[in-house]
C-alpha cells in the first residue's frame, strides 16, 4: 500500500476587509474548500482586532484546529479613498498542516522574509486585477523552502532514529508553562524542543503544546509541553488548559522587573485552578541582557511558592536542557 506524503504546505489565501465583511479574493491551490476559506477570513479578522488596535507589524500564527492547520497571517492596509476612512485592510494567510507547527515557528523569520514583499499586491488588489498569478508564485516559492527545510530536518531525524534505544520503562508527563507576555515562554520551548530562536516577538493566541523526550538513566519521560498565552485577553480560557499537569514552569524576565512582581499572580492563578501544589521550577529568563531582577529574590520566591530556582538564556540555551533533566528526575521520583 502506497503511504501519500502530507502536505506541510496547504495553502495561500488572499481576503479583504472592506465595508461588507470579510471577503476571500484569491486563493491557490484552486480547489481549496469554500467554507474554510470564509471562516479561516473571518478568523484572521480576531488577529487585526488586538489589544492596541494596530496592525500587527509582524506574522501572526493562528491555530485552526477545526481544518487540522495553523495559518501565518500578514495584515497590510490598501489605500483607497473611496472606502470609509480611506483604506481597506487585506490579510495574506499561509495556511500549514497543522502537523507542523513547531516547524513553522522555527522558519518563521525566513518565512516572514518570503511573505511581506507581498504587502506590493496592495495596489493590483485596489484596482481589482487578478492577483492569482502572484499566490501561486508566492505558494510555489515557500513550498520550495519547507520541503528544503524539512529535508534538512528528515536527516536530523534519521540520526537521531539510529541511536534509539530501548527502555526498561516510559512516562508521559504533562507540563505547563506560564507567565507575563513576552517572558519568553514560546522560546524557552523553542530551544529545548527545536535547538533553535527567534528574535521576532508573536504573541501565543490561547495555548500551543509541543513534544519532547528525555532520558533519564534507562527510562524515556515524554514531554507534553504546553506553553500558555500570557495576554490577559486568553485570560478566562486559561484555566482550563491547567487540568491534568504534572508540572509547572512560572517564567518571568530579569530585565523586567515588572514580570517578576507578576509571579504571584501567575502561581495563585495556577494553584486555584489545579487545587493542589505541583513541583516545578521557576524561571528567570533572558540571563543574556541586562538584569533587573536580583538572584537572590528570585532564589528566596522559589523557595517561598516550593519552586526550584533556575535563570536561563533562550538565546544562549544556557541551563534550558537542565531544567527538563531535572524535572524528569523529581516526577520520576515521585511516581
Ligand atoms: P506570549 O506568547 O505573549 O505569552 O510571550 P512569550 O512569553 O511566549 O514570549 P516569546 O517566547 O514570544 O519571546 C518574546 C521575545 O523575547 C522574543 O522577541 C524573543 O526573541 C525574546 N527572548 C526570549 N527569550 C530570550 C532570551 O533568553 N534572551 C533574549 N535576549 N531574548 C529572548
Known sequence: MQVTKPNILEGVLVSIFGEKGPDPISWYPVNLDNMMLTEVSIK??????G????LPEHLSVLPLPKFHMTALIYAFDIVDVQARGGAVV??????????????????????????????????????????????????????GYVETCQRDEIT???????????????FKFKVIVIGDPSVGKTTLLLRFVDKAFREL??????????????????????FNLWDIAGQESYRKVRNNFYMGS???????????PKTFRNVKNWYQDAIIALGEII????????????????????????????????????????????????LAEILIKNE
Open 246 to 256: 504534572n508540572a509547572i514552569l512560572i517564567v518571568y524576565d530579569i530585565n523586567n
Open 44 to 49: 484572521a479578522v480576531s488577529i487585526l482586532a
Open 279 to 326: 513541583p516545578g521550577f521557576l524561571v528567570g529568563n533572558k540571563v543574556d541582557l541586562p538584569r533587573q531582577v536580583d538572584k537572590y529574590d528570585g532564589k528566596s520566591l522559589a523557595d517561598k511558592i516550593k519552586l526550584e530556582f533556575i535563570e536561563t538564556s533562550a538565546k544562549t540555551g544556557e541551563n534550558v536542557d537542565y531544567i527538563f533533566q531535572k
Open 156 to 170: 536530523r531525524y534519521q540520526i537521531e532514529a539510529e541511536v534509539k534505544k530501548t527502555y526498561s520503562q516510559t
Open 201 to 222: 516577538y508573536i504573541p501565543t493566541v490561547g495555548v500551543q503544546v509541543s513534544l519532547k523526550s528525555v532520558e533519564y538513566d534507562d527510562t524515556l519521560i515524554k
Open 90 to 143: 487585506a490579510t495574506l494567510s499561509v495556511l500549514f498542516n497543522e502537523n507542523y507547527t513547531p516547524f513553522v515557528y522555527k522558519c518563521i523569520e525566513e518565512l516572514e522574509n518570503k511573505i511581506k514583499p507581498m504587502s506590493d499586491l496592495a495596489e493590483p488588489i485596489k484596482n481589482q486585477q487578478d492577483i492569482t498569478e502572484f499566490i501561486e508564485d508566492l505558494f510555489n516559492q515557500l513550498k
Open 51 to 54: 489589544e492596541t488596535g494596530i
